[in-house]
């Protein structure tokens, strides 16, 4: 936000090379003129810069990757501490967390399945999430993630009578 001054500080002899044909020199009557010029573009800076980066789609498109990423699994990871992890009997909740916003997708297991299923393993479910997100349909790509989400499951966690639905199956939007 402070462009100007920035520019000033890495090149000072460029701005009295600017305002000398103007002032004089910086002890001239003038330099208080020079003065209020600086803080006047500052100030058009800085509200042109707050206004751009006040629209969201700009403001995620400078952001970078690994920030977007790291923010999508700190909400991935807090949302299923909040409302998954140890509401199950054997720890088997997970949750698919997907942000349109950040175009990222993220799959958060409870202990008893992060212990016997490898996080390499969720790839086949994020393969199938992808492609219908690209055709503009998130809930099919959600409904082929859980497909294979549900497939891991019962491979490791087989169904059994007693089995009783412990965490509500439906989709949360935010």
């Keep these: 936000m402070l462009l100007v001054p920035a520019l000033l500080a890495f090149a000072p002899g460029l701005a009295h090379a600017l305002a000398a044909p103007l002032a004089g020199a910086w002890d001239e009557p003038a330099a208080p003129a020079l003065l209020t010029a600086t803080l006047i ?12 980066l006040s629209h969201r789609p700009l403001r995620l498109a400078l ?6 990423a790291r923010r999508v699994r700190a909400r991935a990871m807090a949302l299923f501490a909040a409302s998954a992890e140890q509401r199950t009997l054997a720890r088997t909740g997970v949750l698919l967390y997907l942000s349109l916003d950040e175009h990222r997708a993220e799959i958060v297991a409870d202990a ?4 016997l299923v490898s996080p390499d393993t969720w790839g086949e479910a994020m393969a199938a999430l992808l492609p219908p997100l690209r055709e503009g349909k998130p809930g099919a790509g959600m409904a082929a993630a859980v497909a294979r989400i ?3 499951l019962a491979e490791h966690f ?6 009783v ?5 439906r989709l949360i939007e935010l």
């Design 41 to 52: 573009v500052q100030t058009i800076v800085f509200l042109l810069a707050r206004t751009a």
């Design 165 to 169: 639905n412990e965490l509500p199956d």
């Design 112 to 115: 008893a399945i992060h212990r």
């Design 150 to 152: 549900g497939a891991v």
């Design 158 to 163: 087989p169904k059994t009578d007693s089995d």
């Design 63 to 68: 952001t970078p990757r690994a920030t977007k």
